[in-house]
């Protein structure tokens, strides 16, 4: 079969490209086949864009093919396009021929009917044919490509890091182990797991964060962006978190916390505009079927000026709140997404970039301010999802950097040790952040589970397919 020959429904939907009268082959799924007195139509979809090409068979005993084509059948239908005379459609498929080139049956579990996102989920592998996971998935496309122009024009080197390591980036210990060793039957040594005698003679893990590799790269080619698959084991089993998800981590190699937060900033308002320009029929499809205020929100977010304050302030907007939150709150906690929620939704009603942090609670990587007691970590909230970016300006300082390591996380001096040695070694001041991909993706279609924007989700107590 000459496959090369086909039109994808896009050209002749979206752009327009296709004259009336052309005659015209299509491949794709039979999202719905109905027949009436002396017509029969069967809706094409070939996921290359939102809508379906409507096929028009007249007289249908021309096509006895018809019989066996179900919903969820593939096809390959050729025809002329002609404007349609039906409602709801400008162009259809005055159709020649149809061929069945994929059967299907009668328990396809697509029939035509809404289906819960729960059950979706469990037909990870089918649900790509459905309405909206074919359009998260091209927003997820169209997104990517965002990324990519955003930082590629601003001159930042895309690199890649490991996604096996030895380094615990986070220094938070939500790491997946990487071994070969057989664990019914461990090698030991005086009492202890001899992990020398492992794959890469050491303990090895699945990356938590690009981050330690990309300052790396960042000092030799100035400013670089990851982009790329990251793995935590936290047992959080909420709608905002994954066990792998996509991060893009940018790294300035001349830069303090004022450049990140204004990097943030500029950075999250080019996704949300490239999303209502770029992504239109898809934004009109979430703005129609899952959030009312799709669209809304994200113009009055790129009007807005991002709220920039200290965790310090934000503390005392919490304490002056009177709200009951299950976490009290207090200088020094953690900021749950209760408290987080509270700050943009309720008292400011816009994304906030807080800064400042108290040492104890971030990572051991970030600059320790004069205080002695806060760090210039800063982390983006933003109403509905809570943190969406986190990042810091870096310790570049050697002495400073070592005590804290020593401080927080003494186990790891050793393995560490390159890691200092860019402070050894031309150190600068530099700073970055991290975008959780899943989470800005959650944010501008209005989904609400990060189940639904993962592509296969990863979660506690679920790799299936
Ligand atoms: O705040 P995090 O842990 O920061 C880092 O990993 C730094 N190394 C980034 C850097 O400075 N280069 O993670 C960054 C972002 C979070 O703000 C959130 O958007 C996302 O990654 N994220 C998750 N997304 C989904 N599921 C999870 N379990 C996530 N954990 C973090
Ligand atoms: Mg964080």
Redesign the pocket.
């Known amino acids: 079969m000459d496959y090369k020959t086909r039109t994808r429904i896009a050209r002749i939907l979206v752009d327009d490209a296709v004259a009336v009268d052309s005659d015209v082959t299509v491949l794709g799924l039979a999202r719905t086949v109905r027949r009436s007195k002396g017509v029969a139509f069967v809706d094409v979809n070939d996921g290359s864009c939102f809508g379906n090409l409507q096929a028009v068979f007249a007289p249908p005993e021309n096509f006895p093919v018809l019989e066996k084509i179900l919903t969820g059948a593939a096809v390959r239908v050729r025809g002329k396009l002609v404007r349609s005379q039906g409602k709801g459609q400008e162009y259809e498929l005055a159709a020649d021929s149809i061929d069945l080139v994929g059967e299907t049956d009668a328990s396809y579990p697509l029939q035509k009917k809404r289906h819960s996102f729960e059950f979706l989920r469990e037909i990870a592998h089918l649900r790509p044919r459905t309405n909206t996971f074919g359009a998260v998935n091209r927003i997820r496309s169209k997104l990517s490509y965002a990324i990519h122009k955003f930082y590629q024009e601003r001159g930042f080197y895309y690199i890649h890091t490991p996604l096996i390591t030895t380094s615990d ?2 220094g938070a210990g939500d790491l997946f182990r990487v071994t070969t060793l057989d664990v019914k039957n461990l090698p030991m040594k005086d009492g202890e797991i001899d992990w020398t005698s492992d794959f890469f003679n050491d303990q090895a893990y699945l990356a ?2 690009g ?1 330690l590799e ?1 300052e790396a790269l960042a000092i030799a080619l100035g400013d670089i962006y990851t982009f790329g698959p ?1 793995f ?1 084991a ?1 047992n ?1 089993n909420t709608s ?4 792998e ?1 996509w ?1 893009i ?1 940018p ?1 300035m190699a001349w830069a303090e916390q004022e450049d990140n937060w204004d990097l943030a900033e500029e950075f999250l308002k080019f996704l949300f505009t490239y999303a209502l320009e770029e992504c239109k029929d898809e934004m009109d499809f979430f703005g129609q079927w899952i959030d009312k205020e799709a669209r809304q929100t994200l113009e009055s977010v790129i009007k807005a000026d991002f709220e920039r304050i200290s965790y310090t302030e934000a503390i005392k907007i919490l304490e002056a709140s009177g709200e009951k939150f299950e976490y009290p709150v207090e200088w020094g906690c953690n900021l749950q997404s209760e408290h987080e929620r509270y700050i943009t939704e309720k008292a400011l009603k816009k994304p906030a970039i807080v800064y400042d942090y108290p040492e104890a609670i971030k ?1 051991f990587y970030m600059y320790l301010n004069d205080d002695g007691k806060t760090v210039r970590a800063m ?2 909230l933003v109403p509905r999802v809570g ?6 300006q870096r310790e570049h300082r050697l002495d400073v950097l070592e005590e804290r390591i020593r401080k927080m996380n003494p186990d790891h001096m050793e393995s560490y040790s390159w890691y200092l040695d860019l402070r050894r070694y031309g150190t600068r001041p530099h700073a ?5 991909f ?2 800005v993706l959650m944010y501008i279609t209005g989904m609400a589970n ?1 189940r639904d924007v993962a592509t296969f989700p990863r979660v506690p107590g679920w790799a299936k397919f």
């Open positions: 980036a986070e938590v964060s981050q990309g990251t935590r936290e959080s905002r978190h994954a066990s998800f991060m981590e790294e990572a982390d983006v943190e969406i970016i986190g990042g810091s970055g952040f991290g975008l959780g899943e989470r990060i």
